[in-house]
């Protein structure tokens, strides 16, 4: 999912460079529009990458903490 979020990062860049080079406001809308879908993706990302983290930790995790502390 980064990957399509740089891909529209991109995208939106160059629409954003048509946008100034034209005066053209479709391309600004348009702009702004990638850029929300990019967010979007980053966000749900972001939700996706904590809930494998938010998991109980394994007996191995335990006992390396358990080891670093003593």
């Known amino acids: 999912m980064l ?7 991109i995208l939106g860049f ?3 460079v048509a ?4 005066g ?3 391309w ?3 702009c702004i529009a990638v850029g929300g879908i990019g967010l979007l993706l980053l966000l749900v990302d972001l939700i996706r990458g ?3 983290r938010d998991e109980a930790p394994t007996a191995d995790a335990e006992e390396a903490d358990t ?3 003593g």
């Not at 990957?3 to 990062?9: F, H, I, K, S």
């Not at 946008?19 to 034209?22: D, K, P, R, S, Y």
């Open 67 to 69: 080891n670093a502390d």
């Open 50 to 52: 904590r809930g494998g």
């Open 24 to 26: 053209n406001i479709g």
């Open 14 to 16: 160059a629409f954003l």
């Open 19 to 22: 946008a100034v080079a034209t």
């Open 3 to 9: 990957v399509a979020a740089l891909g529209l990062t």
């Open 28 to 30: 600004a809308w348009a």
